[in-house]
């Protein structure tokens, strides 16, 4: 045996322990870029990372983060969102969310979105499609 190894660091919990609630996109118009919103729920001992997503019904479906940078509101590209061991990421307005690009979507849809997790694991999500007041 060798006991002088130092233990492999356990992989972080990836999409077999996220779940997803409150999913649901905005859609304003063809030309403009649509919201997605959801909160991940990390059930794990381990942090998860979410990378990315993708989507059929959009050019690119971006991670950006909303802040205020004095006074205005701004949104940038983030690179993922962390998700906590036993704690969750909430995707939401003035937060972190979705940004789909040319979007091609309607009101009242289900768009189907594939999540992208740090260590290559997926999670496919359905999102309803709202207008711009959101939730019915
Ligand atoms: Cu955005």
């Known amino acids: ?10 992989l972080a919990a990836q999409a077999g322990d996220v779940t ?14 649509a919201g ?3 909160v991940l729920v ?13 989507a059929a019904a959009c050019a690119s479906l ?12 701004m949104m940038m590209p983030v690179a993922s969102v962390p998700v906590p061991a036993h704690g969750q990421a909430e995707l939401v307005e003035g937060g972190y969310h979705l940004m789909c690009m040319a979007p091609k979507m309607k009101i009242g849809e ?17 999102m309803p499609v709202y207008g711009p007041a959101g939730a019915p």
Do not use: C, E, I, K
Request: without cysteine; negative net charge; proline residues 7%.
């Open 62 to 73: 971006m991670l950006h983060q909303s802040m205020n940078m004095g006074g205005t509101a």
């Open 42 to 54: 990390n059930n794990s001992d381990y942090p998860a990372v979410l990378t990315g997503a993708r």
């Open 110 to 126: 289900t768009l189907a979105v594939t999540l992208d997790f740090g260590d290559g694991s997926t999670l496919a999500v359905n």
């Open 1 to 10: 045996m060798f006991l002088g190894l130092a233990p492999v660091p356990a």
């Open 36 to 38: 997605g919103y959801l």
């Open 20 to 33: 997803v609630q409150q999913a649901w996109m905005r859609y304003l118009l063809p030309g403009l870029p």
